[in-house]
């Protein structure tokens, strides 16, 4: 049996984790976009939290954790953010 946290999105928080994760700089967008594109139908709860801790920051440091400019510290230094990076950052 899976962890609570390994529990796979259904399709709808899916698409509303999705939609709550557009941003106003098309760089992030494009990383954003490409994560689903990869990753989407194999997401957690885990991830779900993750990235939502993400999205809480601006365009700016946002960018700056997806190009490796920063590592993540403080609140956003947890094992989902982490992980939602390394899946981000993955190149293709």
């Known amino acids: 049996m899976a962890a609570a946290g390994d529990t796979l999105l259904e399709p709808r928080e899916r698409d509303l984790l999705r939609w709550r994760s557009r941003r106003g700089l098309v760089e992030n967008d494009l990383f ?33 954790l997806f190009l490796r400019r920063k590592e993540p510290q403080g609140d956003l230094d947890t094992p989902e953010v982490k992980a939602v990076l390394e899946m981000v950052r993955k190149p293709l």
Do not use: K, S
């Not at 990869?38 to 601006?58: E, I, K, P, S, V």
């Open 32 to 64: 954003i976009e490409q994560f689903f594109t990869t990753y989407g139908t194999r997401l957690t709860q885990r991830h779900a939290a993750g990235l939502t801790a993400l999205m809480d920051l601006a365009d700016n440091d946002l960018m700056d």
